[in-house]
């Protein structure tokens, strides 16, 4: 079975946070109520929060670890985007949980983005969506500055969410 390349270098640069010069990046970081890192973590290991978010996610296993392959739909009807994805790394520590993605032939991006819960010295719990990126193809190129509008309200959105989910634990 023939199994596709990610679509860009810099494979994991998510993980420890230094992204790649030359790229788009995006960075959105929101505080998490005391107490809801094992919720919260639990939340994006198990793709609930992007499915909260209204994300439909097809996965190919029930957490993510590295080698699973995703695929997230966002749209109704023929306006649906699909964006092929593949993990490429994954922690599930004290204080951190969660995982990084890039992009499959046929995301309309290139690049990878990760979705991380922290624990910080002092016990406060943090969400972190982090990404770099180019265009991929005609649609995110004809997008342009909306394309990087939709991808930090992406990031705003999702946080939203598990902030949501976490206040009703």
Request: net charge positive; hydrophobic share 45%; aromatic share 8%.
């Amino acid at each position: 079975m023939h199994v596709p390349a990610l679509t860009y270098p810099h494979v994991g640069a998510t993980r420890d946070g230094r992204l790649p010069a030359g790229w788009r990046h995006v960075r959105h970081r929101v505080r998490l109520p005391d107490g809801a890192f094992a919720a919260a973590g639990a939340a994006v290991l198990s793709w609930r929060v992007h499915r909260s978010a209204g994300i439909r996610m097809d996965t190919d296993a029930a957490r993510a670890e590295p080698g699973v392959r995703v695929v997230s739909r966002l749209g109704v009807g023929p306006l649906r985007m699909a964006a092929p994805c593949q993990v490429v790394w994954a922690v599930d520590d004290a204080d951190r949980a969660g995982f990084g993605y890039g992009t499959l032939p046929g995301h309309p991006a290139r690049g990878e983005e990760a979705f991380v819960v922290s624990r910080d010295a002092v016990g406060r719990v943090w969400f972190e969506v982090m990404a770099f990126s180019r265009p991929g193809g005609c649609l995110m190129r004809a997008a342009g500055p909306a394309g990087r509008l939709f991808q930090h309200a992406y990031a705003w959105w999702l946080g939203r969410t598990l902030r949501r989910l976490c206040a009703r634990r």
